[in-house]
């Protein structure tokens, strides 16, 4: 089992509104700044700590996380670490212009010699207010762009490209990423109708938030369709992004948490008629009780186990939940690198 | 254009000295000489589709024979102007890619724009040499779904034509206008009208005045 750290790059200020889209008013200019110092620092601390992977993802209009343009912080990173991956999880499409999201991550991986690992996402059911985009179309946006990306990063000629929802008569990136041909591309498979598609296109599959049953699920679907396409996935090709808490007991993390939930439906604070013209064809969101990953090392670990069980081979965990102050989550980094990390390397 | 209604072929014959050949005509306008793929699939939508701005000539030489695509072409450039057609595109699908390239090569004087949907041609050394030749301004579209080896044909005519565009029409396999009429239809209509500016997009990006 692999771990990744999922710097989310939540605001450093306090915050309680829960509006989606957050006013502007309320973020704190220097208080803005001080989480990116943190977030880096974090990131520097994961390196030092072993994770095998740091994170960063795409959201707009909120506190919950200060990288709409997560290709500027990748880049910050390459320039301060030198050893774990880098996964950009994930620029979203039906907001992107493809070709230039091709370009960047391009730029990103000869910047990071060659360590950048990708996910290309549809984003939040709120997120098609951001830049315009239809919630019915959003998946085929997506699939389309990842088509897309992928031929600008592996076709040796300029060419043309006659979309659905892309237009380009003249494609021809520079530079060539390092890796060839080209970084790892995951694929979300959060609604089960998106899994054929990334057995299909021989891409990872990134799960995210979702119970350990549904997990399994995707995975058995992913591999039946993955052999129906003549292949078979390795366990770094799933991957699995969630909350987690680790503290020295089992009662020192409960205490942490408290009765703090995360509800992704009350995120996007809209109402019901407003939420489900937005859904379109998503799967249901979840309330989170607890964070998935919860408890002292020994529980972590059990729970590590059923994880690598259903299917998965890398851990994409986020440190935060509300009410976890950033030196706790620190401390919950150190305790997961030095008390669970060398105990699931076998896994 | 791609709303133009599609035009009824009418049936014709053209006689040169060695050649007698079936061909189906619709639309006025520039002429296009197309040469469908050798089983006589004609296309028809995307043949009525462009025969709403042109005239659009498709050749049936499904009959095959032994005669070489460079005899074919050394006939009808010589027949063609019996039609009134002096000056044209060549358009070739699939295996009809061989005959569009080689009219394009021995009557250079004649084409003006050529024409490839997912071309296949045998990739031999004289094959190479010959698309060096091609003088006109290409278009070159494959489906991003076909395997049969058109792609790396585009490839290869993007390479060594002197003028040439690819362009991947996505989710089309290798019945490339049956699987997506509207994108082809849509930017064979720029190419037959702009030549290579067909990459300089005309449309406003203005959402309102």
């Not at chain 1, 729970?303 to 890398?314: D, T």
């Not at chain 1, 965990?317 to 669970?340: H, K």
């Amino acid at each position: 089992m692999k771990a990744g750290f999922f710097n989310t790059v939540a605001y450093a200020g306090p915050w309680t509104n829960n509006a989606w889209p957050t006013p502007p008013v309320l973020c704190d200019r220097e208080a803005g700044s001080r989480t990116m110092r943190q977030a880096m620092d974090q990131t520097l601390l994961a390196d030092e700590l072993g994770f095998d992977w740091v994170s960063v993802s795409e959201h707009h209009y909120s506190p919950r996380i200060l990288t709409p343009s997560p290709m500027i912080f990748a880049g910050a990173i390459t320039q301060r670490i030198k050893r774990a991956k880098i996964a950009v999880l994930g620029p979203l499409l039906p907001l992107s212009n493809p070709v230039r999201v091709a370009e960047e991550l391009a730029m990103l991986d000869v910047m990071s010699e060659g360590r950048i690992v990708v996910l290309f996402l549809r984003g939040t059911p709120n997120e098609v207010l951001v830049y315009r985009a239809n919630p019915d179309e959003t998946r085929d946006v997506t699939q389309e762009g990842v088509e897309l990306i992928l031929r600008a990063w592996t076709e040796p000629q300029p060419f043309g490209w006659e979309g659905r929802y892309f237009n380009y008569r003249t494609v021809s990136v520079w530079p060539r990423t390092l890796q060839e041909p080209h970084p790892p591309v995951f694929s979300s498979g959060n609604t089960p109708d998106s899994v054929p598609f990334a057995a299909r296109r021989r891409l990872g599959l990134a799960l995210s938030f979702m119970p350990l049953s549904s997990i399994k699920q995707r995975v058995d679907l992913y591999r039946e369709e993955a052999a129906k396409a003549g292949w078979e996935p390795a366990a770094d090709d799933v991957v699995y992004r969630f909350f987690g808490h680790v503290a020295e007991t089992d009662e020192e993390a409960r205490k942490n948490i408290g009765d703090n939930k995360v509800d992704l439906r009350r995120i996007f604070a809209m109402n019901e008629a407003m939420l489900k013209k937005l859904m379109g064809n998503r799967a249901e969101l979840q309330m989170m009780e607890k964070p998935f990953l919860f408890g002292g090392p020994a529980a972590v670990v059990d729970q590590i186990g059923a994880l690598r069980e259903a299917g998965v081979g890398i851990m994409d965990m986020a440190f935060t939940w509300p009410g976890i102050s950033y030196e706790q989550q620190l401390r919950s980094m150190e305790c997961f690198a030095s008390r669970v990390i060398p105990q699931i390397r076998a896994l | 254009m791609a709303d133009a209604t599609p035009a009824e072929m009418k049936p014709g014959t053209l006689e040169a000295d060695g050649l007698r050949v079936h061909y189906l005509e619709a639309g006025s306008g520039e002429p296009v000489v197309v040469f469908p793929d050798r089983d006589g699939e004609l296309f028809d939508s995307l043949l009525g589709k462009l025969a709403g701005c042109n005239r659009v000539i498709a050749f049936d030489l499904s009959a095959g024979g032994t005669i070489t695509p460079r005899d074919v072409a050394a006939e009808l450039s010589q027949g063609l102007p019996r039609l009134g057609v002096d000056r044209y595109a060549v358009m070739g699908v699939a295996h009809g890619a061989a005959l569009a390239l080689a009219q394009a090569i021995v009557a250079p004087e004649q084409i003006d724009k050529l024409i490839l949907l997912s071309p296949r041609f045998a990739q031999s050394a004289e094959a190479v040499a010959n698309l060096a030749q091609v003088k006109a301004p290409t278009l070159v579209l494959v489906g991003t779904r076909d395997t049969s080896g058109s792609v790396e044909a585009g490839r290869l005519c993007r390479e060594k034509i002197r003028v040439c565009h690819l362009s991947f029409v996505y989710d089309a396999g290798q019945a490339i206008a049956a699987d997506r009429l509207e994108a082809c239809a849509d930017s064979i209509a720029d190419f037959l009208e702009q030549g290579e500016q067909f990459i300089i997009f005309r449309e406003s990006q203005m959402i309102r005045p």
